[in-house]
């Protein structure tokens, strides 16, 4: 076990539906990342939070909605989806957000949303 | 612009066999450079990582990485596969100045018996 949960582990909706998708770190981590992984294709971040601000948001379609309530968990808000946003969702922690500092910033990475869109 | 790429997305070794992952990298200052592992259904297991020292870097596993600047190259090495190392890998890299990891596309390692 990495310290960091998520749920549903599998998740099938419609195109009109809305769901959301859960994530919670157990590390005492300051933040938190959503990546969608699809077959064959690198990693794709989506959003990153640091101390509940969100820092990074990779041009993703406002479809997708993030919310960070605190440090320890993290939700992705999902609303008129497409099939092709059918994936594997992930959910990462690290240490710190640090950009210009170097060191112990590895992720901990989820087991994963498998998000299949109807 | 940061990139990494992993040339083969498929490698096929015999249980007790040397394995290499290759993974080539780009960026702009000092890298910093990671992989991990997938295993079905399972989220990115981190392995190793190259800050900054030797270039040859242990992970977890008996993994190991040798770090070569010259061919801005990060390969994953184990001297003696494992049927269980079968899994999917990914190399990593992370600049200076971002705080974001650029993940290549992954490289599915299979280990016959």
């Known amino acids: 076990e990495t310290g960091v949960t998520q749920t549903p582990r599998h998740l099938v909706m419609g195109m009109t539906n809305k769901k959301s998708l859960k994530c919670e770190q157990h590390l005492g981590h300051n933040a938190m990342y959503w990546y969608k992984q699809s077959a064959k294709k690198p990693l794709e971040l989506m959003f990153v939070?640091?101390?509940?601000?969100?820092?990074e948001n990779n041009s993703v379609p406002s479809r997708f909605s993030p919310e960070c309530p605190n440090s320890s968990h993290l939700f992705l808000h999902l609303h008129t989806l497409q099939p092709e946003d059918s994936a594997l969702y992930l959910c990462?922690?690290?240490?710190?957000?640090?950009?210009?500092?170097?060191?112990?910033?590895?992720?901990?990475f989820g087991p994963g949303t498998r998000l299949t869109v109807l | 612009a940061q990139s990494v790429a992993q040339p083969e997305d498929q490698v096929n070794v015999a249980e007790g066999n040397p394995l290499t992952v290759k993974c080539t990298y780009s960026?702009?200052?000092?890298?910093?450079l990671f992989w991990y592992v997938q295993y079905p259904n399972r989220g990115l297991q981190f392995l190793l990582k190259y800050i900054t020292g030797d270039n040859l870097v242990k992970g977890s596993y008996g993994f190991e990485a040798e770090f070569n600047k010259s061919q801005t190259s990060f390969h994953l090495k184990k001297p003696s596969a494992l049927v269980s190392d079968s899994a999917l890998y990914f190399c990593?890299?992370?600049?200076?100045?971002?705080?974001?990891?650029?993940f290549g596309q992954g490289t599915e390692l299979s280990v016959k018996p």
């Open positions: 990593a890299v992370r600049d200076f100045q971002g705080g974001k990891l650029i």
């Open positions: 990462a922690s690290s240490q710190e957000w640090a950009p210009g500092l170097a060191g112990n910033n590895e992720q901990f």
């Open positions: 939070y640091s101390l509940e601000e969100r820092v």
């Open positions: 960026v702009s200052g000092n890298p910093y």
